[in-house]
């Protein structure tokens, strides 16, 4: 951040963020860190009205990690927001699959970077409905830029893949992704094979594939080819550093290119964990065939380090308590809350370099 002003808020934005027990609105975030009643307009403005870059700081957070750390696995994770009313920016109706309900809330897309048994967020997207893109008294009130406008998850997904390859020189991180509710992730699968980038993605189970190798021109489900398979002992490793034995179901498929008379592209394995069958267990797709199956499985595995990092961060780091109506303001909360877990998660384990002062978070 160019100005004094913005670095001292910033500090004390983040120190708030660290030290604060409960709810962390600006006003529980000021009493914590001063007695100064004018504290908490300082830090609503800094958050929702101050010009500072969302990006540059994802873009400095990012580089601290990667500058200390290989990144072998790039996992994208979704954070749902519940909100009330309709004024907050970007909120909509959204079926959340994993809780079987349908919220009120913002839908947020994070990239989290895979270190060892820790998993940091380093970019976020906010997902904008067409009731939000197509209204202009909406994005007049909200401040969303014109360059915004609306996107399916997939798009957001490739859209936060080209972001972190620009940021980081790491041409061989694998995309880990759970699809398995989005309809059209072919376009994801194509999208990211066209990018030359290796990919773990859970997809639904009706995906329609082709067994590889039996000259079969009629598709099937994914679900079902998956199913047939015998399933064969692996041994996985665990986002907590543990291992699991547990058993795999994997075919060779290939893609329906949708042309007639046009070949497929390349195989795929198709992947999915024997579990019983009133809870079926998520269906993946790799373009990882010459790997084993103990270590795309232990890739897989990582999704649930994913949605606890979310979790953790909602419980413990204020992510669901962003108060503010606008485009910026959202974008400047998440930049503050990721920093802060960022450092609370990896303090002592990535130092900064003590000759650049200015990057330590307090």
Same mark, same amino acid.
């Given at each position: 951040?160019?100005?004094?002003?913005?670095?001292?808020?910033?500090?004390?934005?983040?120190?708030?963020?660290?030290?604060?027990?409960?709810?962390?609105?600006?006003?529980?975030?000021?009493?914590?860190?001063?007695?100064?009643? #004018?504290?908490?307009? #300082?830090?609503?403005?800094?958050? #929702?009205?101050?010009?500072?870059?969302?990006?540059?700081?994802?873009?400095?957070?990012?580089?601290?990690? $990667?500058?200390?750390?290989?990144?072998?696995?790039?996992?994208?994770?979704?954070?749902?927001?519940?909100?009330?009313?309709?004024?907050?920016?970007?909120?909509?109706?959204?079926?959340?699959?994993?809780?079987?309900?349908?919220?009120?809330?913002?839908?947020?897309?994070?990239?989290?970077?895979?270190?060892?048994?820790?998993?940091?967020?380093?970019?976020?997207?906010?997902?904008?409905?067409?009731?939000?893109?197509?209204? !202009?008294?909406?994005?007049?009130?909200?401040?969303?830029?014109?360059?915004?406008?609306?996107?399916?998850?997939?798009?957001?997904?490739?859209?936060?893949?080209?972001?972190?390859?620009?940021?980081?020189?790491?041409?061989?991180?694998?995309?880990?992704?759970?699809?398995?509710?989005?309809?059209?992730?072919?376009?994801?699968?194509?999208?990211?094979?066209?990018?030359?980038?290796?990919?773990?993605?859970?997809? !639904? !189970?009706?995906?329609?594939?082709?067994?590889?190798?039996?000259?079969?021109?009629?598709?099937?489900?994914?679900r079902a080819l998956a199913l047939a398979q015998s399933p064969e002992a692996a041994v996985v490793q665990l986002p907590g550093g543990e291992q699991r034995i547990t058993h795999l179901q994997a075919a060779l498929v290939l893609l329906p290119s949708g042309?007639?008379?046009?070949?497929?592209?390349?195989?795929?394995?198709?992947?999915?964990?024997?579990?019983?069958?009133?809870?079926?267990?998520?269906?993946?797709?790799?373009?990882?065939?010459?790997?084993?199956?103990?270590?795309?499985? #232990?890739?897989?595995?990582?999704?649930?380090?994913?949605?606890?990092?979310?979790?953790?961060?909602?419980?413990?780091?204020?992510?669901?308590?962003?108060?503010?109506?606008?485009?910026?303001?959202?974008?400047?909360?998440?930049?503050?809350?990721?920093?802060?877990? $960022?450092?609370?998660?990896?303090?002592?384990?990535?130092?900064? !370099?003590?000759?650049?002062?200015?990057?330590?978070?307090?």
């Amino acid at each position: 951040m160019r100005r004094v002003d913005q670095r001292k808020w910033a500090h004390a934005y983040l120190k708030g963020l660290l030290v604060t027990s409960g709810k962390k609105s600006p006003r529980r975030l000021a009493t914590a860190i001063s007695r100064d009643p #004018s504290v908490v307009q #300082s830090l609503r403005q800094f958050v #929702s009205l101050s010009p500072w870059d969302f990006d540059e700081v994802m873009e400095e957070l990012t580089h601290w990690v $990667t500058d200390h750390r290989s990144v072998p696995v790039w996992s994208i994770g979704r954070a749902v927001l519940p909100k009330r009313g309709d004024r907050s920016v970007g909120v909509h109706r959204y079926f959340d699959l994993s809780s079987g309900r349908t919220l009120n809330c913002q839908l947020g897309l994070g990239s989290f970077l895979c270190l060892d048994t820790a998993q940091v967020p380093v970019d976020w997207c906010l997902r904008l409905s067409t009731t939000w893109t197509q209204d !202009p008294e909406r994005r007049r009130d909200a401040r969303i830029p014109d360059s915004q406008r609306y996107r399916p998850l997939w798009a957001h997904t490739l859209r936060l893949v080209d972001r972190l390859s620009a940021r980081t020189d790491s041409a061989s991180s694998v995309v880990l992704v759970d699809m398995s509710d989005e309809p059209e992730v072919g376009y994801l699968l194509h999208g990211l094979a066209k990018r030359r980038r290796d990919f773990v993605v859970a997809v !639904p !189970p009706h995906l329609a594939v082709l067994p590889a190798g039996e000259g079969s021109t009629a598709p099937v489900s994914a679900r079902a080819l998956a199913l047939a398979q015998s399933p064969e002992a692996a041994v996985v490793q665990l986002p907590g550093g543990e291992q699991r034995i547990t058993h795999l179901q994997a075919a060779l498929v290939l893609l329906p290119s949708g042309s007639q008379g046009r070949c497929p592209g390349p195989p795929y394995r198709l992947f999915t964990e024997v579990g019983p069958a009133h809870a079926p267990r998520p269906l993946w797709l790799t373009s990882l065939t010459h790997d084993t199956l103990a270590q795309v499985g #232990s890739i897989a595995a990582l999704r649930t380090g994913t949605v606890d990092a979310i979790g953790s961060m909602e419980q413990d780091f204020g992510l669901l308590d962003f108060e503010g109506r606008s485009f910026p303001g959202w974008y400047h909360h998440m930049a503050l809350v990721s920093a802060a877990y $960022t450092y609370r998660r990896l303090h002592g384990l990535i130092m900064v !370099p003590s000759h650049d002062t200015a990057q330590q978070v307090p």
